[in-house]
T-cell receptor, first 114, second 115 residues
Framework: GENVEQHPSTLSVQEGDSAVIKCTYS??????FPWYKQELGKGPQLIID?????GEKKDQRIAVTLNKTAKHFSLHITETQPEDSAVYFC?????????????FGTGTRLTVIP | EPEVTQTPSHQVTQMGQEVILRCVPI?????FYWYRQILGQKVEFLVS????????KSEIFDDQFSVERPDGSNFTLKIRSTKLEDSAMYFC?????????????FGPGTRLLVL
């Protein structure tokens, strides 16, 4: 089955700096890669996703890159702000026989220092 | 904005007891999911549910687990005889059609502690 690895587990950056979180996956059939942000007391919220037919996607300060050959994808947050502090999860979609199952990484706790 | 809700937010139970975790998916969504996250570990898929039956389940979802949609709004996860290792955060999620590459919306989770 699919195995998603995520690094680093914790990341501290100064406000205004960039943050990069990296994930690798094992199943070459995976074709959908969402990123979720989890704030304290809340469930994971989708912030951006990328599909296997593109190599990069950007949404304001957030960008995601995908390298299908190397089976890794990354989340880039530029001009970080204190409200970006949260736990970030990458995930990969690996369809079993029917439904839409996600395989998650272990999460990265991002702290943005004002 | 519509959201997935879960109750209770925390539950403490004795080993061997039955627990029912409740979820209200987004109202026009057709696919429902349960995931769990043991402390310090990955979020893991348990089961997906569509049209009043299980669509897919992982090997974690053994005979002690069951899911049900008892009415038009609730989606429940039952653990028949809890074990210590069932202690985890349980997340419910829903998606509109359950198609490939479709966004899944997660609830805030229920933290289950089995003593």
């Amino acid at each position: 089955g699919e195995n998603v690895e995520q690094h680093p587990s914790t990341l501290s950056v100064q406000e205004g700096d960039s943050a990069v979180i990296k994930c690798t996956y094992s199943d070459s059939a995976s074709n959908y890669f969402p990123w979720y942000k989890q704030e304290l007391g809340k469930g994971p919220q989708l912030i951006i996703d990328i599909r296997s037919n593109v190599g990069e996607k950007k949404d304001q300060r957030i960008a995601v890159t995908l390298n299908k050959t190397a089976k890794h994808f990354s989340l880039h947050i530029t001009e970080t702000q204190p409200e970006d502090s949260a736990v970030y999860f990458c995930a990969a979609h690996a369809r079993l026989t029917g439904a839409n199952n996600l395989f998650f990484g272990t999460g990265t706790r991002l702290t943005v220092i004002p | 904005e519509p959201e997935v809700t879960q109750t209770p937010s925390h539950q403490v139970t004795q080993m061997g007891q039955e627990v029912i975790l409740r979820c209200v998916p987004i109202s026009n969504h057709l696919y429902f999911y349960w995931y769990r996250q043991i402390l310090g570990q990955k979020v893991e898929f348990l089961v997906s549910f569509y049209n009043n039956e299980i669509s897919e389940k992982s090997e974690i979802f053994d005979d002690q687990f069951s899911v049900e949609r008892p009415d038009g709004s609730n989606f429940t996860l039952k653990i028949r005889s809890t074990k210590l290792e069932d202690s985890a955060m349980y997340f419910c999620a829903s998606s509109e059609f359950g198609t490939l590459q479709e966004t899944q919306y997660f609830g805030p989770g229920t933290r289950l502690l089995v003593l």
